[in-house]
T-cell receptor, first 109, second 114 residues
Framework: GDSVTQMEGPVTLSEEAFLTINCTYTATGYPSLFWYVQYPGEGLQLLLKATKADDKGSNKGFEATYRKETTSFHLEKGSVQVSDSAVYFC????????FGQGTILTVHP | DAGVTQSPTHLIKTRGQQVTLRCSPK?????VSWYQQALGQGPQFIFQYYEEEERQRGNFPDRFSGHQFPNYSSELNVNALLLGDSALYLC?????????????FGPGTRLLVL
C-alpha cells in the first residue's frame, strides 16, 4: 500500500528562518498530495495541496511542489513565525488519506 | 458554513466497554472518513462511508464499526475497548464527486481507556 515518510523532527528554528520539511511517498499511480497542520489540542487543518505532477501548492507563505520523478512533496517557507509552531503532516490521497508520522516545528522569537 | 463537528470532545471508558462517537460532515459533503491518531503519530485510516455503506476499510479489527445516516452524519462504534484504543479519533468529510480532493477534519474526540 501507499506510504509516506517525513523528515524526522522535532525541528527548532528562530523567527524569520527558512523552513524545509522533507516528504517522500510511495504509491501506485499518481495520488493527490497534501500538507495538513495540527495545532495543540486541535484537529487537522489543510495547509496546501497539489493534484498532479509539477503542480505547486501554496498558502500563508508555505509552498510545496509535486515532484513525480523524485516522489517528493517537500514543504518550504521563506520566513517562519512563532505562530507557525505546530505539527505538520504530509499525506497522499486516492480518496483515503495516508499520512506520514508528522514533524513537530517549534519557532522561537 | 458549518464545518465538521464531532461529539463528544472527550471521553473516558474502562477496558471492555463500548463507545460511540458521532460526526456531522461539512455542509454539502456526502462522504465521511474516520481516522485514529495515537499520541505522537500520524492519523491512521479506519474506514470511509458513502451512501450509508462502508466503502473502504483500513487495517482495523471488526471491533471497530460504523454507520452513516441518510443526512450523511456518521457514528464510529468501538466494542470491547482495549487500553491501546486510547487515541484522538478524527472524522473527515469530503465530496464523492471530488474523491481526490480535500478532506476537511473535525476537532476530534479524545478517548481515554483505563
Amino acid at each position: 500500500g501507499d506510504s509516506v515518510t517525513q523528515m524526522e523532527g522535532p525541528v527548532t528554528l528562530s523567527e524569520e528562518a527558512f523552513l524545509t520539511i522533507n516528504c517522500t511517498y510511495t504509491a501506485t499511480g499518481y495520488p493527490s498530495l497534501f500538507w495538513y497542520v495540527q495545532y495543540p489540542g486541535e484537529g487537522l487543518q489543510l495547509l496546501l495541496k497539489a493534484t498532479k505532477a509539477d503542480d505547486k501548492g501554496s498558502n500563508k507563505g508555505f509552498e510545496a511542489t509535486y515532484r513525480k520523478e523524485t516522489t517528493s512533496f517537500h514543504l518550504e517557507k521563506g520566513s517562519v513565525q512563532v505562530s507557525d509552531s505546530a505539527v505538520y503532516f504530509c499525506g497522499t490521497s486516492y480518496g483515503k488519506l495516508t499520512f506520514g508520522q508528522g514533524t513537530i516545528l517549534t519557532v522561537h522569537p | 458554513d458549518a464545518g465538521v463537528t464531532q461529539s463528544p470532545t472527550h471521553l473516558i471508558k474502562t477496558r471492555g466497554q463500548q463507545v460511540t462517537l458521532r460526526c456531522s460532515p461539512k455542509s454539502g459533503h456526502d462522504t465521511v472518513s474516520w481516522y485514529q491518531q495515537a499520541l505522537g503519530q500520524g492519523p491512521q485510516f479506519i474506514f470511509q462511508y458513502y451512501e450509508e455503506e462502508e466503502r473502504q476499510r483500513g487495517n482495523f479489527p471488526d471491533r471497530f464499526s460504523g454507520h452513516q445516516f441518510p443526512n450523511y452524519s456518521s457514528e464510529l462504534n468501538v466494542n470491547a475497548l482495549l487500553l491501546g484504543d486510547s487515541a484522538l479519533y478524527l472524522c473527515a468529510s469530503s465530496l464523492e464527486a471530488e474523491r481526490r480532493e480535500t478532506q476537511y477534519f473535525g476537532p476530534g474526540t479524545r478517548l481515554l481507556v483505563l
